[in-house]
């Protein structure tokens, strides 16, 4: 039996596993399935890797996003892996063909549920042989709607085609029956299938929301406690120009540095943007929610969003990017009472509406034309009718609402916010938390936010600046010369 | 990047000329009437300088351009440069870089080559402080080799002074600080993040869209400088970057062409599997892009059918209109006509007497 410490403590430099991380390696080192829900920074690309360095085997990944993919890659490269690749659609033709090629040369492959469903991708990675295939995001498999991949339902005869490797399924959040319904669409058997669901509970985050009055006065608020707050911070907003505008204005109104990041900008400005908030450069990235980053940052003290996410799942995810490091940190969400619009806008926005779906059924040479009509197709392959198929995108479309109508709740509880988060997961407050670092129902927390920060989020380190230097200085630093 | 600025140096204040093609021109889509357009409006040497670049559409830069007063429209979408128009753009040329350097944009694929540059430089500098331990930057699968293998080659303590040295050249060379200080930008290393377009415009107090310019004639004067450079140790980091000047396919017909002239456009398209249209096509690329010395234009074009087409040209060969012609000459063709169209534009640059519409 490999001793899983001597490898985290020799590959990783960790002397003691996240929870969770260890059951889960073991179950996969005795040969059993495993559907993992872990927090986000709970440590999910260690246990493949670590999976790979006891056994010598290749691990196929599928993921939804490629800037995950890169993001993931990224990470693997940085943790010391370099057979690592991704196949992702932004690969052009040659370099689909050269790394297909040389895929006997990769431990850990990358790629999305699009690119395996690829006839000639699939009959390559069947020559080869899988110790471990990884479905990452795995709630993809059950979530529905627009944003609904059909080639996930694919997976279970990927999995097939593959002779049934070892599978690990992982996400960050994930009730019962989206439990159940990962394990069903994979055509695996539920009872065969080991379930390690860690708590979604991050006790040192502390909870608080501010409803506004209007969108001015919430700049305002966001611009006081942007200046207030010590340490790191990442701000979402829902739309790039919004994350933009407010960049501007945290740059010209308080003391802090603030830059932008989201999908419209191209990769090598995102990772001069990264690299400036990992070096404290920059205090505050304002991101485009649903929006990964190649980086781990541990000391990241507040998240607050400018805008609400569409339902509770991803607030948890978003939030769940402060205080890796264990330290106290904060998660704020403003709201004013136009949000609420915004968000069902961008749900209504999303589908189609039903006389679109009866055109398209008409004329079906044109849904695949557009990748927004994917899901319309999927039913019109499967020879539903135009009627059912809108009938379906209500039910949806209508989950959606309810889901939104949650993280609404959650605005507006009374009680404590946590309590209120933890029920959507089934999951119970645990005893060890109390109200003296809960949320702001306990707490005065709004009255006393400079007394807060001061005993909470302020580590004493001054506040970093952008380094200041010309050019001769910057190539002498890059390439340590010391003139 | 923003179009607004490519838009404003390569219009005309003497022609109307078309935004679409302008961007077409740049962005290098390699079609008969693409090049021929690059012909007429003084453009080969920038054909595909933008290639793989992301650019916005034409009509809202246009429309914004017009509001501002730099561009006039006519009724068919056709843009003319206003006095306005050529103070701005004289200010704009003053600003950057030399705007000729653009052609190494054309003859190389410079963003490829500044990818794997930056990428170098930021392993070259961690490799400086001795760490192994970093997030690298996302590049492609053949950059990425290309890149590895020659820091293999050459990994020794000399390597970061020697890419310190070249650096250090190249930009003490530049005629503006602030272009050495953009160029700076783009790298990131051990402990240095670099800066994005939009905080170098910030900084400077100059419009994204220069910076944005500004970069690309930087990184294209940086190939350049390591193309000319004596040092065959770069090399390798060039590898596969050159685009040609023609397509091989058009190449291969024009030899053929050459190579035996009894063969006729028939006997050639049948020899070559292709239509006989796209014989047109290759010969007419070939007239366009070759050396005017190795076009032979008399047997492309005979005499006499130029001779009638001489006789009813307007001033303006370069905007005549097939339709208005082929009224007044029935039996001419589109190849030949266009020929005539090319000739005229190439032979007259050549002596002298019509370049220069970019002033
Ligand atoms: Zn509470």
Redesign the interface.
């Known amino acids: 039996m490999v001793d899983l410490r001597v490898i985290l403590k020799q590959k990783f430099g960790f002397d003691h596993f996240r929870p969770g991380q260890q059951e889960i390696i073991k179950a996969l080192l005795n040969h059993e399935d495993v559907l993992a829900v872990l927090p986000t920074g709970g440590g999910k690309t260690l246990l493949y890797q670590l999976y790979a360095i006891a056994t010598h085997q290749r691990v196929i990944i599928v993921s939804p996003l490629i800037s995950l993919m890169?993001d993931q890659?990224?990470?693997l490269?940085?943790l010391?892996s370099k057979r690592v690749?991704a196949l992702t659609s932004a690969?052009d033709f040659?370099?689909r063909r050269?790394?297909l090629q040389h895929l006997e040369q990769y431990q850990f492959i990358y790629a999305s549920p699009e690119m395996l469903s690829n006839p000639q991708v699939s009959r390559r990675l069947q020559e080869l042989a899988v110790g471990l295939l990884v479905v990452d995001e795995a709630h993809c498999i059950s979530e529905w709607g627009p944003d609904f991949r059909p080639d996930y339902l694919k997976l279970g005869a990927v999995r097939k085609a593959l002779k049934q490797p070892l599978t690990l399924m992982m996400t960050a959040t994930a009730t019962q029956r989206t439990r159940n319904d990962i394990i069903d669409k994979m055509a695996m058997d539920r009872s065969a299938v080991t379930e390690i669901v860690m708590p979604v509970n991050r006790a040192n985050i502390f909870l608080s929301v501010a409803k506004c009055e209007n969108q001015p006065a919430k700049n305002q608020l966001l611009m006081t406690l942007v200046d207030q707050f010590s340490g790191a911070g990442i701000v979402y907003f829902s739309s790039k120009a919004a994350a933009e505008q407010l960049a501007d204005l945290i740059n010209a109104q308080t003391g802090k540095i603030a830059?932008a990041y989201h999908a419209g900008?191209?990769?090598?400005?995102r990772?001069?943007?990264?690299?400036?908030f990992?070096?404290g450069?920059v205090n505050v990235i304002c991101a485009t929610s649903a929006f990964g980053m190649?980086?781990d940052k541990n000391n990241v003290r507040f998240v607050i969003h400018y805008h609400m996410p569409g339902n509770v799942q991803n607030y948890m995810q978003e939030i769940g990017r402060a205080g890796r490091d264990s330290k106290p940190a904060v998660a704020v969400l403003l709201s004013e009472p136009n949000d609420q619009y915004l968000q069902q806008n961008l749900i209504e926005n999303n589908y189609p509406d039903d006389d679109t779906i009866r055109y398209l059924f008409k004329h079906p040479k044109q849904l695949a034309a557009n990748e927004a009509f994917r899901v319309i197709q999927y039913y019109y392959d499967r020879q539903q009718s135009a009627d059912q198929t809108i009938q379906q995108l209500q039910h949806y479309r209508q989950m959606r609402r309810a889901e939104l109508q949650k993280m609404i709740a959650y605005i507006d509880t009374v009680g404590c916010r946590r309590k209120f988060l933890l029920s959507v997961f089934d999951e119970p407050m645990s005893a060890e938390m109390n109200g003296s670092f809960c949320c702001d129902f306990h707490n005065p927390f709004w009255q006393e936010v400079a007394d807060f920060n001061h005993k909470y989020l302020d580590q004493g380190h001054d506040e970093s600046r952008f380094p200041q230097n010309?050019?001769?200085t910057?190539?002498?630093?890059?390439?340590?010369?010391k003139n | 990047m923003e179009l607004e600025p490519f838009l404003l140096i390569f219009t005309s204040s003497s022609a109307w000329r078309r935004p679409k093609a302008i961007k077409n021109i740049l962005i290098g889509r390699r079609t008969v009437s693409n090049l021929y357009w690059a012909l007429q409006y003084n453009m080969l040497d920038f054909f595909g300088a933008l290639h793989g670049i992301d650019l916005p559409d034409s009509i809202p830069s246009v429309a914004h351009m017009r509001r501002s007063g730099v561009l006039q429209v006519d009724d068919n979408q056709m843009v003319r440069r206003t006095k306005q128009g050529d103070a701005k753009r004289a200010f704009l040329l003053s600003e950057v870089p030399d705007m000729n350097d653009l052609k190494w944009a054309s003859r190389f694929e410079v963003g490829s080559f500044m990818t794997r540059f930056t990428f170098l430089v930021q392993v070259v500098s961690e490799y400086s402080y001795g760490n192994a331990h970093y997030y690298p930057q996302t590049v492609s699968f053949i950059d990425r080799q290309i890149v590895k293998r020659f820091f293999l080659a050459n990994k020794s303590t000399e390597l970061p002074k020697a890419v310190y040295q070249l650096l250090n050249d190249f930009l003490g060379g530049l005629r503006n600080d602030n272009f050495a200080e953009i160029m700076v930008s783009n790298f990131s290393g051990h402990r240095v993040a670099g800066r994005t377009d939009q905080q170098m415009a910030n900084q400077l107090g100059q419009p994204i869209g220069q910076i944005q310019l500004i970069n690309l004639l930087l990184s294209a004067q940086l190939l350049a400088f390591l193309v000319k450079s004596a040092s065959k140790q770069v090399t390798p980091l060039l590898q596969g970057l050159s685009k040609p000047v023609i397509s091989a396919s058009a190449l291969t017909t024009f030899q053929l062409f050459l190579k035996d002239p009894t063969l006729s456009y028939q006997q050639i398209a049948s020899r070559r599997h292709i239509k006989l249209t796209t014989v047109y096509e290759h010969l007419l690329e070939a007239a366009i892009v070759l050396p005017v010395a190795d076009v032979p234009f008399t047997r492309l074009l005979a005499p006499p059918t130029e001779q009638q087409l001489a006789a009813i040209a307007p001033d303006q060969v370069g905007n005549w209109a097939y339709q208005s012609l082929s009224k007044r000459l029935p039996g001419i063709s589109f190849f030949d006509f266009r020929l005539f169209q090319i000739k005229r534009a190439r032979v007259s640059a050549a002596t002298g007497k019509e370049g220069g519409q970019n002033g």
């Open positions: 890169q890659v990224s990470r490269q940085y010391g690749v690969m040659s370099e050269t790394t830059a900008m191209d990769n090598p400005q990772f001069r943007i990264q690299q400036q990992m070096n450069d190649g980086i010309d050019w001769r910057t190539l002498n630093k890059l390439f340590l010369l």
